[in-house]
Nanobody, 119 residues
């Protein structure tokens, strides 16, 4: 079992910044994929940013140039640095990991953290 603990959500004004954290603990063999998704009210969950074990990073077009996904491998922690936030970034943000010695491994989700961008 893997536990994911998210933190860092909250209320921020448009143009502001937030940093989300996702700390993974438990039976971690190899992290194959770490990813942030989000789900806005009335919308489907969507990929925000993700990084593979090979280091490939992907961002949703809507966040490119504004969000980054730094990692601290020693702490098994992934971050989502969000800059120049917009009201349309308002959503519940979920941390996701796929772990295992080989593909496909096992999937785990965090509990979600609310981000609200509003003046």
């Amino acid at each position: 079992q893997v536990q994911l603990v998210e933190s860092g959500g909250g209320l921020v004004q448009p143009g502001g910044s937030l940093r989300l954290s996702c700390a993974a603990s438990g039976s971690i063999l190899d992290i194959l994929v770490m990813r942030w998704d989000r789900q806005a009210p009335g919308k489907q969950r969507e990929l925000v940013a993700g990084v593979s074990s090979g280091g490939t990073v992907n961002y949703a077009d809507s966040v490119k140039g504004r969000f980054t996904i730094p990692r601290d491998n020693a702490k098994n922690t992934m971050y989502l640095q969000m800059n120049s936030l917009k009201p349309e970034d308002t959503a519940v943000y979920y941390c996701y990991v796929r772990v295992g010695s080989s593909w496909p491994g096992d999937e785990y989700w965090g509990q979600g953290t609310q981000v609200t961008v509003s003046s």
